[in-house]
């Protein structure tokens, strides 16, 4: 199985080819619905319950894709002591 290096922030582990394409079909469909919000955006909407849906739908995504690439804890200085 192809490995991809982690990212380089803490906590976060080589990914597999099949998790790293399955997160960029996520944010390829997250970024539809951004720009569809975005368009609702610039019509005759409640613009309160409109950032109200969107922070939840970007929360959404986040936590699938934090689901797939499963970062782990980061070991602090006075985890060693």
Not at 1 to 18: A, E, I, N
Not at 32 to 36: A, E, F, I, P, T
């Given at each position: 199985?192809?490995?991809?290096?982690?990212?380089?922030?803490?906590?976060?582990?080589?990914?597999?080819?099949?998790a790293v394409e399955t997160v960029n079909r996520s944010k390829?469909?997250?970024e539809?619905?951004?720009?569809?919000l975005d368009?609702?955006?610039a019509s005759d909407v409640d613009k309160r319950w409109l950032a109200v849906g969107r922070t939840?739908?970007?929360q959404g995504?986040?936590?699938v894709n934090r689901s797939v690439f499963q970062p782990g804890r980061v070991a602090l200085?006075?985890?060693?002591a």
């Open positions: 199985m192809t490995q991809h290096t982690g990212l380089p922030v803490s906590g976060y582990r080589p990914q597999s080819k099949s390829y469909l997250e539809r619905v951004l720009r569809l368009e609702l955006a939840q739908i970007e995504f986040m936590a200085a006075e985890d060693e």
